[in-house]
Structures are given as structure tokens and as C-alpha cells.
């Protein structure tokens, strides 16, 4: 069964902080995704990357990053924790030649404060 | 740029009975995909159903089904035979087709409460 892995489920950092969540899949995607989900916003997407070292601003890039220096992980970065980046916050990846489906990771819920 | 709305934050519906979602959109272009996706509890974000645009025929999987009417814009999900583990968040999605645009637009969400 294909996977999508986010290291963790829940995290409370403080402000400030460098923060990394990491995110592995196991289907040999191209492409990866980051996706922010808040209540009465639905999800919005943060970053995604075609290809390894390849990356592209999605529609709230502000106040992150992202590295994909391997094919199966992606990682999202808070350069600079702040309490409004409280959230969920979502991976997905895709086969680009199998059709338009994403197969999401269960997320993660991190806390700033 | 695509837009998806869902103007129903909450519904709710009885155990057996059917209950329909609704969702509209905004595109300027002609070859698109439509999905319905559902986030229980467990927040595990699960394909519901997809509809591809130049399809006439409305997709169906087991209790659910879409009206998909193109020329209105409008992609709303039917479930059937409601069951208890249907309580969950439902996203309706949009992704344009072909190219390398391949970035899933979502609507805000509506949380729907299955009662027994």
C-alpha cells in the first residue's frame, strides 16, 4: 500500500524557533506538496516540488521554505516560528503519469507558543 | 485564477438517509478534474470520488454520486444510505488538466454529522 509519512503528528514549538517537518513517501512520486488546513479556510497550498531540488511558491509562501534534496522527502521549513503559523499542516505527493490523484500524509498538528 | 466554494460550513443528516453537499466553482478553462475528498477524525485525507471535466456522465462509487453540471459550474456530492461513518469533513477540489499544472485548488470544507 502506498504511503505518504509525516514524522509527526504533534508539535508545540516555541517562537522563533527553526522548525522542520518532514515528509517521506514511498511510491517514487515526482511530485510533493505542502498544504496548510485552518478552520473556515479549507487547505491552501504552501509549496510543491516537481522534481528533486526542484520547488515553486503556491499561494502562501510567506514566512517558509522548503528542500527536497531526495525524490521521497520533502521538507518544510519555518525559518522563524510565529504563533499565526499554528496549524495543520498537510503533504501530499503524486505520480504525474498515473492520473491526477494525491495520496496525503495524516498530518501534522503543530502549535507554536 | 480557480476558485471553489462551498457555501455549507456544517450539515448533518440521519442514519439511512440522503444528504446532499454543494459546491461551485470558477474557471476560465475547459479541461479540468473535480474531486470530492473526505478527512475523518483520523485526518487522513480520503478520495471520495473524481469527475473528469469533458465526461457528461455524472461518476458514481457505491453510495456516492455527483451532479456535475458544467455549464453552471456546479459539482455537488450525494450520499446515500447515510452512515455513521460518514461523519467527516468533506473538501470538494478542482486541478486543471494536462500541462504541468497540477495543483489541487480546495474549497473551505463542509463538516458534516451523521446522527444515529
Known amino acids: 500500500d502506498v504511503k505518504v509519512t509525516q514524522s509527526s503528528r504533534y508539535l508545540v514549538k516555541r517562537t522563533g524557533e527553526k522548525v522542520f517537518l518532514e515528509c517521506v513517501q514511498d511510491?517514487?512520486?515526482?511530485?510533493m506538496f505542502w498544504y496548510r488546513q485552518d478552520p473556515g479556510l479549507g487547505l491552501r497550498l504552501i509549496y510543491f516540488?516537481?522534481?528533486?531540488?526542484?520547488?515553486e511558491k503556491g499561494d502562501i509562501p510567506e514566512g517558509y521554505s522548503v528542500s527536497r534534496e531526495k525524490k521521497e522527502r520533502f521538507s518544510l521549513i519555518l525559518e522563524s516560528a510565529s504563533t499565526n503559523q499554528t496549524s495543520m499542516y498537510l503533504c501530499?505527493?503524486?505520480?504525474?503519469?498515473?492520473?491526477?490523484?494525491?495520496?496525503f500524509g495524516s498530518g501534522t498538528r503543530l502549535t507554536v507558543v | 485564477a480557480q476558485t471553489v466554494t462551498q457555501s455549507q460550513p456544517e450539515m448533518s443528516v440521519q442514519e439511512a438517509e440522503t444528504v446532499t453537499l454543494s459546491c461551485t466553482y470558477d474557471?476560465?478553462?475547459?479541461?479540468?478534474?473535480l474531486f470530492w475528498y473526505k478527512q475523518p477524525p483520523s485526518r487522513q485525507m480520503i478520495l471520495v470520488i473524481r469527475?473528469?471535466?469533458?465526461?457528461?456522465q455524472n461518476a458514481t462509487e457505491n453510495r456516492f454520486s455527483v451532479n456535475f453540471q458544467k455549464a453552471a459550474k456546479s459539482f455537488s456530492l450525494k450520499i446515500s444510505d447515510s452512515q455513521l461513518g460518514d461523519t467527516a469533513m468533506y473538501f470538494c477540489?478542482?486541478?486543471?488538466?494536462?500541462?504541468?499544472?497540477?495543483?489541487?485548488?480546495f474549497g473551505k470544507g463542509t463538516l458534516l454529522t451523521v446522527n444515529p
Open positions: 474557471t476560465s478553462e475547459n479541461n479540468y478534474y
Open positions: 516540488s516537481y522534481d528533486v531540488k526542484m520547488k
Open positions: 469527475q473528469e471535466a469533458y465526461k457528461q
Open positions: 477540489a478542482f486541478m486543471i488538466g494536462g500541462g504541468s499544472n497540477y495543483k489541487l485548488t
Open positions: 501530499a505527493s503524486r505520480y504525474p503519469d498515473r492520473g491526477p490523484g494525491y495520496t
Open positions: 511510491m517514487d512520486h515526482e511530485n
